[in-house]
């Protein structure tokens, strides 16, 4: 399996454009993770789908971040519109169920670093 | 708000030595994992410990759990260059983990 896999893997843009980042899983995977990274906060969660449906978007930061997951293979993280602030490291991350129900690792994708000018 | 918290931020040290991160964490957990992320890279799992265990080991790895002080250390053992990297605990209740803010490990050639 090829892993993770995400595009772009750098996406420049300016404020106020809408931003769309892309994610597929590994195949058999029934958990898909979107991550924020920055210096300032660090490793943040932002939302989790479990068979394609969204289970926690508390992290979500605000109405501008959208995601959906149309199906097991694809997932979409967009930004409408972008500001300044949103730039950041963003990773998509799948798992399966392990044996233990509670058990599992999650495997990153490379991440895609956006900037917003 | 992150669940982990990891000690120290950063360390450097001689190939060889040994080296060792602290996590700690503020609610019940299921399970804790690390991982590693190298610079410019996705993060990569490295070992899982579950909250009814003690200690785990994976070659030069040894990850410990104190429930009590809520509470993991991560060692690395004979470390090598190639070891450089930063190191995240994750901490889960359920499905959700939450990362701390990770240690920056550099070891000097």
């Known amino acids: 399996d090829a892993g993770v896999i995400q595009s772009p893997r750098h996406e420049v843009t300016e404020m106020g454009q809408e931003v769309t980042l892309r994610c597929k899983p590994i195949s058999g995977h029934d958990y898909l993770f979107w991550y924020r990274q920055t210096m300032m906060r660090g490793l943040e969660l932002l939302i989790y789908f479990n068979n394609n449906v969204p289970i926690d978007d508390s992290g979500m930061p605000e109405d501008r971040f959208s995601a959906k997951m149309p199906n097991a293979s694809f997932s979409t993280l967009k930004i409408q519109p972008s500001e300044p602030r949103d730039s950041a490291v963003y990773f998509c991350?799948?798992?399966?169920?392990?044996?233990?129900?509670?058990?599992?690792?999650?495997?990153f994708g490379p991440g895609t670093r956006l900037t917003v000018t | 708000s992150q669940q982990g918290e990891e000690d120290p931020q950063a360390l450097s040290i001689q190939e060889g030595e040994n080296a060792t991160m602290n996590c700690s964490y503020k609610t019940s957990i299921n399970n804790l994992q690390w991982y590693r992320q190298n610079s410019g890279r996705g993060l990569v799992h490295l070992i899982l410990i579950r909250s009814n265990e003690r200690e785990k080991h994976s070659g030069r790895l040894r990850v410990t759990l104190d429930t009590s002080k809520k509470s993991s250390s991560l060692l690395i053992t004979a470390s090598r260059a190639a070891d450089t990297a930063s190191y995240f605990c994750a901490t889960s209740g359920t499905y959700k983990y939450i990362f701390g803010t990770g240690t920056r490990l550099k070891v000097l050639a």
């Open positions: 991350a799948s798992s399966s169920n392990g044996l233990a129900g509670d058990s599992y690792e999650q495997y």
